[in-house]
């Protein structure tokens, strides 16, 4: 969140429709994955940056996956290639735009964010992701490599599928579910690990160590959650464009896509109120057994200060004490101790404080 | 919740339409109970799994029930049977598939859950099902063996009653009916545990225990309005569809059944809000209780703190200390002591700390 | 609430429409009150349980309000002479039903709640209540005898009076006045207990009483609220019904219905937000005072502590300790404790602790 | 809130459009003004209660306010004379009636609250007013004498000014500005006991009477809130009504009131945020300065605890006790004393507990 | 916030469309800088208070920026040579006026708040800003001379760009993603603040500093959302608009400053959030923090006080205390002392309290 914050304030001042990349320097190079497609034939090359002309569409359908945006100028020169927008390049290079769908003549771009859990830190890795969808091409932009997409590609690179004849909006919805698909991943990391951390704390009472893991978690389900909420727009957006037309054919997964990111925000809302109140009773149930221990160690000392003090009496070097020298003096302070000290922790007893 | 996050998140990769079943492993056998009724006669047959082939309607009307969806080609077969769409055997086989209302060319699919209270661990048992509708078929799916459609069916079996002579629209919403009145029994059960609690609270402090069990309940309430929501909503979404047009006849008894489904979900947020208001209120009189008592102690402590100070006094050595040779020397510490502690005990009575 | 969940759940699987009573079994018989009347004329029966036959409409409007929904049978009758809805009978007898507005072909049935203060228990006690309303008869269900219709009846005796004139729908309205005022009434009793409390809690610190007794009334009002939603709800219905036309005569007065409803509502929200202020004030300042006491308390035994310890070193019996031979070493003594209890006052002083 | 409860359930029970005054009775007589005007010129005349008959209209409009309602005939009397609704009149004498927007087939109606916060109780003062608005006549009602209105009144006293020339809905625009900027001033003068106390907290740390004043203001601001939302409501009813038609020389000045409500209702609410972090804020801290003395106060005794006890060893009477003969041995016990004593203070120093 | 209110309220009492200045008076002379341009040219002029008379426009579009709004009249003169509405004229100089978008016969004025953020204080420095827009004049106010709009004007000099060739409305939204931009810095400036307390947080316990700053950052940022919240508003109303006909070519450059928007109070809620969940924590960690520190304390002081009692027991002056005189007696008790500790010591370690 602030990360993304931070690369749009770098921003701030440009003229709108700047496409500039507002990310991190990386280490790797660009490379372009070109799948040209019809039914019947697929045919498939891969370079690596600098890339070489794209030259025409060989087949009915084409699908380009360009991973790595930190080369800004080639991003364009591919940007420019499809006719995007302006301000879609924009969006595409801004790698703290927010998940949106923006809809031009005669194309589509959605931009989103690919989440990763990572356990050990507990955080929630993003990285910028857009699909350009126009009537026969499709262009995918990943800010890092990713498997994202392995499985969808692997699915266009079988024959004959119904993802090879629908069409490049079919195409574009199922790398949309793939995108979803990994939020759902990542909140099923999560979900594990509060699993986890509740029988946990089953066994251990409540330390600092897990008010604070029971913090990073919540952090990052609100980070998933605020992730996704405008991807859902997005989706929404989409689905009630007036630009795109689906088809009877595409509309039942598109459906289906928008129900799964539905699933994902309910399931990451009910985590967030599972961890709330789980927070609530580790706070409750510490402060209880702290008020436990410490009556406990109250009482302890409630009892022997007045014995205590009945032992200071005698201690007192007065030269007249007659009950100093009474033969049975001892014995009977000794036995007023006795009665004293049973008497109170008979009526903590009574009281039910012990 | 998890568990449906869990089954959910092992068919990522695949392509939307991919039908494969995703819960456990079952051991009992599927089973398939045909009914084929008009408003004048009524055949029913049963088989285990496997089943034979299906055969053509023989009546006005046929409701199928299959209990058991753990194989998966079997229900394929079913589904493929009566023309079912890819994406809705999906729904049907998927057991962590989110409540859902889709409509497609003619036919509808409902997928909701059934659940259960098991007030022994405090938890929420639920379990898949689905329901498909056409003109004159009705196919019902359980994840398991369970009463949840017997009164249906009984109904069914009676001659010449309303739900023989409405069709399968109607039975559809009968059986809805009986999936609501499933929520209206769980809720029912978890309300008694609520008000016994509240007794048992009567009488008790609150204990770690308690705030437990308050924390438990709060949680299966919780799963059960998520559960309920979606449900909800496809009610809605029925409702709402232009592709079934509800008769007149039938139109009010589905009214009736959302008007119950929104019954459940305001009582569910009644017992939320009773539970939170009540765990409030134990956590305060805890902490309340627990203060009386350390003020309590604490005063016991501070009243004898300074009678031992002045004990201490003439326990001390000195060879000088006039006071210890007078001859009423002893009575009158003695004396001093009894007006300090009187005078404090005052001084805590009239601030009303005691 | 709980009792409408259980009334409801004694129903689960029977057939929608099937009209039984689900209420408690009552000792009075039911009671069937009849008037007829015109604007210039008003003619009135009376009976108990069992009903005579019902009869023809005499004049131009019938008003029937029969008490006691426990004789079922009776209640049907009643019902089918006027031809209602199955469905609506069910309503009606389910003493469990939510408030609701059902339009039927050439009639609605309103059900709701009718509420009353125990401000003894602090409870709401809730009785059903239904009202059928059709071109020229209107018939009221009340579960129990009460008095909530009293004053309309009585209106309604009185000559050429509005509402002698307008009709049923007119006459309808005045009865859900009527209900709405029973809201009124209750509210405006537990607001007086409201502010009761919070003048008593003006003198009296909080306790453990205290927090129950708001506790109750914001439970109280709770319940309240959430009886009164629904049927603000259903209001809201009747008025957007295409099935009832309202004469611009009638319109007025139905908006003014909704605007008390409306008010009672914000009432009771602005009830609960003051009971919630007052409960989280109480606990702090019962906190604040307990912190008090204790600091006063430890900072009490905090000086003693340490001029004890001085006591104890000169109470030691060592053989060589010069001090206890001094001329005004017990003197000395006294002062050094004087001089370190006064500093330690001072220093707490100082800090502002004492 | 709880006046206007009881003033309203006085009423249960009445007929729907029974005008009777249900505020409480005042010790001063109703007055009347009445001015005719028109672009050109204008007319006053001013009297006490009986008022005279009200004659025609002299000129373009009239304006006339009307201040005491408990003369309820006499009120009754002004509003039949304009032709006013039954409704309409009861909504103007019930002075716990809730802001509201009728429109009747002429004229309309607003009645609403005027605001006056009283800084030393902390409390805000609610009178109730309505305003009656025809083609050409405004009637505003006040229930107590106030300078609400004076400065329309003044402007409308100036000539040639557009309050002048631009009819009676622009006179009920102004009228309701000068309500809107009532609860302006109030919540201005809040503010600013706001502020003070907040710097007062700066200084001084929380105490009950912080505690006790956050809450009344809170309190108050909710309050004012809760008056001014139904006018904001009935404000909107206005703008949307269908039965007046603004003027697009009207427009703008009504759509710059209805923007003043929106600013008052976003600033209370803003306000009510701060209150209730400065609550949070001043418990927390109060909790956390609480902890520090406790903490401080309990590391002194605890210091002197185990330094008594050694005292105490060597205060016991044995016979044979080596060490109390040895020539350094007090000296060795003072300095195991220094030794444990600092010891103690460096571990506590260590754990950063000092 | 308050600063608004009072400004405001200052205003209460005056007729609507009363344009008076009611900002603090300024020591700066306020300046207008005035740009005719057409996509091939561009003319600057700039002049100080007292403005010479404004002249025709020169070229196709013209762009006047006035810095300083205290000197009324000028500002009232310029507002009449370009037509403008009184009311809109009042919103201009009105300096306390909420964010608000308002459109006449031929021209819109949208007044918003220019932010910036003060870290040293923790506060939202808030300006009053507005832009007037016509067909072809833009009119940019600033309450005080600021660089919120260098970037445009540094675009609008260079020659042959968008901004020159798509007209004043282009402009207009230019000018207003500028102002956007704004809270885009300050939120971002904020968010690092916000981080930078976290990881001090990190290394230090809770301490009364950290809980003022997290008090003070949550309220900056309230301020913040609270001040874009209505400019949100503002720019929907514009979106919504009827009057202003946006062109293709414009409207997607709208549309990303609404998205910016979005993006700005969303981020704003989560950082919200972020501070809400670091508080709660901070106040749990350090009351666990305290709570393990008084344990230990307490503990200590409990092992103490029964071996205090026993050497009290033996410093008592009896003179038949037999054990006083066995040889070993002083040993007996010292082993006894010995074995009582550590009997707590390891009943405390059974119970994990040590």
């Avoid at 879609?88 to 931009?111: K, Q």
């Avoid at 709330?276 to 009482?299: C, P, Y």
């Amino acid at each position: 969140m602030f990360d993304s914050l931070k690369r749009h304030s770098q921003k701030a001042g440009e003229a709108p429709g700047t496409a500039t990349y507002s990310g991190n320097a990386k280490s790797f190079a660009p490379s372009l994955l070109r799948i040209d497609y019809s039914p019947d034939a697929l045919e498939e090359t891969s370079e690596a940056f600098p890339f070489s002309s794209l030259g025409e569409r060989r087949m009915d359908n084409r699908f380009l996956l360009l991973t790595g945006l930190h080369e800004g100028e080639q991003v364009l020169a591919v940007g420019e290639w499809f006719g995007m927008h302006p301000l879609a390049m924009e969006d595409v290079l801004n790698t703290g735009h927010r998940p949106s769908f923006e809809e031009y003549d005669d194309h589509i771009v959605l931009t989103f964010r690919q989440v990763q859990y990572d356990p050990d830190v507990v955080r929630l890795k993003e990285t910028h992701a857009a699909l350009f969808c126009s009537e026969r091409d499709v262009v995918g932009f990943l800010e890092e490599p990713s498997g994202l997409w392995e499985g969808v590609i692997t699915r266009l690179r079988k024959g004959k599928t119904r993802i090879r004849r629908l069409g490049s909006l079919y195409l574009t919805i199922a790398l949309l579910d793939a995108m979803v698909d990994g939020y759902f991943s990542a909140l099923s990391s999560i979900s594990a690990d509060v699993e986890a951390l509740e029988a946990a704390l089953e066994d251990n009472p409540a330390e600092e160590r897990s008010l604070k893991r029971i913090y990073e978690l919540k952090r990052t389900v609100v980070a998933l959650r605020n992730s996704l909420l405008p991807a859902q727009q997005a989706l929404g957006a989409l689905h009630r464009s007036e630009v795109v037309e689906m088809s009877s054919d595409v509309e039942p997964y598109f459906a289906d896509v928008k129900g799964h990111a539905d699933q994902v925000v309910e399931a990451a809302q009910a985590v967030l109120e599972l961890l709330s109140s789980m927070l609530d009773l580790q706070i409750s149930l510490a402060g209880m057994r702290m008020n436990n221990v410490m009556r406990f160690l109250t009482i302890i000392a409630t009892i022997f200060i007045p014995l205590t003090f009945i032992a200071g009496i005698y201690g007192m070097n007065f030269t007249h004490m007659p009950e100093l020298h009474w033969r049975y003096g001892y014995a009977a302070v000794l036995g007023l101790m006795v009665l004293v000290g049973a008497g109170m922790v008979r009526y903590f007893r009574n009281n039910r404080w012990l």
